[in-house]
């Protein structure tokens, strides 16, 4: 009776552990996708931001430290637009902020803190990483 009861518990064990484990997997990817997800807005905004003090300004320069977070398959800085388009999964999204005047320039892909140094120019707000 004992090995019974025993082998019952094992089973009941390794069913509520593999339980707990997909629900662990799950979460985690789902805070990865939320911070990335935030760091691709947080980023864009203070780009965004910084171009308009210098565009309203109507020159200077100025620098904004960013965290590029991972899977960002493109970006654009263009017009009067700045742009991250992120890999989900196996689709894609954008973090898209709108600017007050014309941006050009463009930002890092590769994961990591960067420098981005945002001047006036003739043409508008140029913006590059330093």
């Known amino acids: 009776m004992r090995g019974q009861a ?9 069913v509520l552990l593999t339980f707990l484990t ?7 990817q789902a805070s990865s996708l939320s911070l990335r997800t935030t760091q691709s807005i947080e980023t864009v905004k203070a780009v ?11 020159g200077g320069n100025t620098t904004v430290t960013v965290d590029i977070p991972s899977g960002v398959v493109n970006q654009s800085v263009a017009n009067k637009a700045i742009r991250l388009t992120l890999r989900i999964g196996d689709q894609t999204g954008d973090a ?17 803190r960067y420098k981005i140094v945002v001047e006036m120019i003739s043409s508008g707000v140029q913006v590059r990483p330093l």
């Not at 025993?6 to 390794?14: C, T, W």
């Not at 997909?22 to 985690?28: A, H, P």
């Not at 965004?48 to 109507?58: C, E, F, L, M």
């Open 6 to 14: 025993a082998l019952e518990y094992m089973i009941l064990l390794g």
């Open 22 to 28: 997909g629900i662990f997997i799950y979460s985690s």
């Open 48 to 58: 965004a931001d910084a171009a308009d003090r210098i565009y309203k300004t109507g």
């Open 96 to 112: 898209f902020t709108a600017t007050a005047g014309n941006v050009t320039g463009s930002l890092p892909t590769a994961q990591g």
